[in-house]
Nanobody, 124 residues
């Protein structure tokens, strides 16, 4: 059974940092895409950063230079290092996975597997 479990969310002041983690289980190998998406109150869910098993990455323009997505295949864990956080980064952050992906996409409908989410709140 596939499972994605996020952790690491919290409340920080603007300019602060957080690192999100997503532990994946139930997948075979490591050649699949994983990514982070977020949904702010009243807004649609959007892609933040995604990564293929080949380590190809994609970032939303709004987070380039501030966020970094990495993965530890041995630990089946995906990370999102978030630096220079802004109040507009406040959202529920979700981990997603696509076991049939070779090139990461920011299209959420392409990801069949999702975690429950972890809340990130940035105060000014």
């Amino acid at each position: 059974q596939v499972q994605l479990v996020e952790s690491g969310g919290g409340s920080v002041r603007a300019g602060g940092s957080l690192r999100l983690s997503c532990v994946a289980s139930g997948y075979t190998g490591s050649q699949y895409c994983m990514g982070w998406f977020r949904q702010a109150p009243g807004k649609e869910r959007e892609g933040v950063a995604t990564m293929a098993g080949s380590n190809i990455t994609r970032y939303a323009d709004s987070v380039k230079g501030r966020f970094a997505i990495t993965r530890d295949n041995a630990a089946n864990t995906l990370y999102l290092q978030m630096n220079g956080l802004k109040p507009e980064d406040t959202a529920m952050y979700y981990c997603a996975a696509d076991p049939n992906c070779w090139f990461p996409t920011m299209i959420e409908s392409m990801y069949p597997d999702w975690g429950q989410g972890t809340q990130v709140t940035v105060t000014s």
